[in-house]
C-alpha cells in the first residue's frame, strides 16, 4: 500500500476553505440523487421534560442553596437504508432551567451520524462521521446538583470527517483504491446562556486537522 500525507504540504489549507467540500459530501450522503440509491428513510422523534429538586444546587460543602432544576429535552434519530445509501443521525437538545440560581442555564447539543453512499456504482464511494459532545474539563471542577459541569468546567468537542473514496479493477489481475481522508476536531466553551464562546480560555486548546491521500494496490482473484 502507497500512503501520501498532504498536511505538511499544503500548510496554508485552512479548515474554512474545505467546510464547503464537507458540506457538499455530507449532501451526496444524505440525499439520494439517483433511483438506484433510492432508501428508506425513517425519522423517531423524541421529547421529555424531568423537573427535579435539589436542596444543595452546586454541590458544595458549605453554604448549600435549593432550587428547582426543569430538564427539557428535545430530539430525534434519522435513519436512511438503501443499496447504495446508509445513513444513521442521532439529533439531541437538552435545556436546564434553574429557578432561582443565576448563572446555571445551560444548553446541551448531542450529535452523532455516520454514513456512506456509492455515487458512482463500484466506483465512486463517500463516506462521513460528525459527532458534538459536552466534555468535562476538569474533574476536580464545580458540578451542578445534576452531575453537570457548570459554565467554567465544560467544553464542546465537535468532530467530523470526509472521505471521497475512488475504486478501480484491472480485470481479475489487480485492484486499485484512492482515498482522500478531511478530519477536523474543534474544541469550544460553552457560555452559561447556552451560547458559545470560541476565544474562552481553554477553548480551542484540543483544535486540530488533518488532510490524508491514499493509494492502496492488491492483487486480484487471478493470484488467489
Known amino acids: 500500500m502507497i500512503t501520501a500525507n498532504i498536511n505538511n504540504i499544503f500548510p496554508r489549507l485552512r479548515a474554512a476553505g474545505c467546510r464547503w467540500v464537507l458540506g457538499a459530501g ?51 434519530r434519522l435513519t436512511a437504508d438503501g443499496n447504495r445509501l446508509n445513513l444513521s443521525l442521532s439529533l439531541n ?32 464511494f463517500v463516506d462521513g ?14 458540578v451542578s446538583a445534576t452531575d453537570r459541569a457548570l459554565p467554567s468546567n465544560k467544553r464542546q468537542l465537535m468532530t467530523y470527517s470526509l472521505e471521497p473514496r475512488l475504486e478501480h479493477r484491472f480485470g481479475r489481475t489487480a485492484a486499485a483504491t484512492l482515498s482522500y481522508l478531511f478530519s477536523e476536531t474543534s474544541v469550544s466553551q460553552p457560555s452559561a446562556g447556552g451560547g458559545v464562546s470560541p476565544g474562552a480560555p ?22 488467489s
Open 26 to 76: 455530507v449532501l451526496a450522503v444524505i440525499l439520494p440523487g439517483h433511483p438506484a440509491q433510492a432508501a428508506t428513510i425513517r425519522f423517531e422523534p423524541s421529547a421529555s421534560v424531568n423537573e427535579t429538586y435539589t436542596d444543595n444546587v452546586r454541590s458544595v460543602t458549605q453554604g448549600a442553596e435549593a432550587d428547582f432544576i426543569t430538564e427539557s429535552n428535545v430530539g430525534g
Open 93 to 124: 437538545a437538552s435545556h436546564e432551567m434553574y429557578h432561582n440560581t443565576k448563572g446555571l442555564d445551560g444548553f446541551r447539543p448531542r450529535v452523532f451520524g455516520k454514513g456512506d453512499t456509492e455515487l458512482l456504482q463500484d466506483r465512486l
Open 202 to 223: 481553554g477553548a480551542g486548546a484540543g483544535d486540530s486537522e488533518s488532510h490524508e491521500v491514499n493509494l492502496e494496490l492488491s492483487t486480484g482473484p487471478k493470484f
Open 129 to 142: 462521521f460528525i459527532s458534538l459532545s459536552e466534555v468535562t474539563a476538569s474533574r476536580q471542577g464545580p
